[in-house]
């Protein structure tokens, strides 16, 4: 069973930027699709950005523009790059893997402060 380990997350101010980055405890290379959700205090969880495992990107229309996700096979690890970050962007980042069943993340405080 594969574990997966989020981090990167932090305080930031508007316009700032953070890495997020989620290391897998095996490979993640049989996971055809991978991505990143948030969930703000007292919303529901929301997806972020997807990645399929030949590198095919799907974002948000929040984070079209901001965001990068990708993803190095062969570090077991994917990344979420996120710019000009705004308050709202402020949550639990979880990230997650699609396998034999769901794998999530234990997840990494984002909070962006105006």
């Known amino acids: 069973q594969v574990q997966l380990v989020e981090s990167g997350g932090g305080l930031v101010q508007a316009g700032g930027s953070l890495r997020l980055s989620c290391a897998a405890s095996?490979?993640?290379?049989?996971?055809?699709?991978m991505g990143w959700y948030r969930q703000a205090p007292g919303k529901q969880r929301e997806l972020v950005a997807t990645i399929t495992r030949g590198g095919s990107t799907n974002y948000a229309d929040s984070a079209k523009g901001r965001f990068t996700i990708s993803r190095d096979n062969a570090k077991n690890t994917m990344y979420l790059e996120m710019n000009s970050l705004k308050p709202e962007d402020t949550g639990a980042y979880y990230c997650?893997?699609?396998?034999?069943?769901?794998?999530w993340g234990q997840g990494t405080q984002v909070t962006v402060s105006s």
């Open positions: 997650y893997a699609a396998g034999s069943f769901p794998y």
């Open positions: 095996g490979s993640i290379f049989s996971f055809n699709l």
